[in-house]
């Protein structure tokens, strides 16, 4: 199985930088995803981390240690509609289901 | 761009009664699956289906639950007999089956068990 820590809630102001930290402990790990879910809607896919390092996709990176069981999201140039909760997940390697962490809360304040 | 859909947005049931929740995953994707989310927690893995077989199933899929992938495009979740405790957020995904691939999530049906 796999459990995974984030903090419940962070917040920032527009324009700012913001990371998200992710530990996890599982068993058959396999890579980590990040999430964006606002109000009401789905979880939509930010970005994946397969390898350990970074992994850069506009204003949005990942980073992956397996060493250390971590893992960030870097939100830079936050915008107010980045308002959202924040998931990471991690992938089996075996099923390939996701199991997620409990997410974290980010409000971007003006 | 391709995207998962899902039918019904919301459906509002009675306790005990059985419900058939709806998916079209992206067309060329060959594994699916569905999680759930109660209002406020985080999402849970129920099921993963692949080539017409379950692949995987979490302990939250007991008996009362089933799916099937009745045709070429629909993948559904069947509850048999729902409780109060079900009602959740039932989130559709589906990937290509790629190393490096992603799972991308449908919009959700909100299931209300009254």
């Known amino acids: 199985g796999q459990s995974l820590e984030q903090p419940s809630e962070v917040t920032a102001v527009e324009g700012a930088i913001v990371q998200i930290n992710c530990t996890y402990q599982?068993?058959?790990?396999?890579?980590l995803s990040w999430y964006q879910q606002h109000d009401g809607g789905a979880p939509t896919f930010l970005s994946y981390n397969g390898l350990d390092g970074l992994e850069e996709t506009g204003r949005f990176s990942s980073f992956l240690s397996r060493s250390d069981s971590y893992g960030y999201l870097l939100l830079q140039e936050l915008q107010m509609k980045d308002s959202a909760s924040y998931f990471c997940a991690a992938q089996d390697a075996g099923r390939r289901a996701l199991t997620f962490g409990s997410g974290t809360r980010l409000q971007v304040q003006p | 761009e391709p995207e998962v859909t899902q039918t019904p947005s919301h459906q509002v049931t009675q306790m005990g009664q059985e419900v058939i929740l709806r998916c079209v995953p992206i067309s060329n994707h060959l594994y699916f699956y569905w999680y759930r989310q109660i209002l406020g927690q985080k999402v849970e893995f129920l099921v993963s289906f692949y080539n017409n077989e379950i692949s995987e199933k979490s302990e939250i899929f007991d008996d009362q639950f089933s799916v099937e992938r009745p045709d070429g495009s629909n993948f559904t979740l069947k509850i048999r007999s729902t409780k109060l405790e079900d009602s959740a957020m039932y989130f559709c995904?589906?990937?290509?089956?790629?190393?490096?691939?992603?799972?991308?999530f449908g919009p959700g049906t909100r299931l209300t068990v009254l």
């Open positions: 599982t068993s058959g790990f396999y890579g």
């Open positions: 995904a589906s990937r290509t089956g790629t190393a490096e691939d992603t799972q991308y």
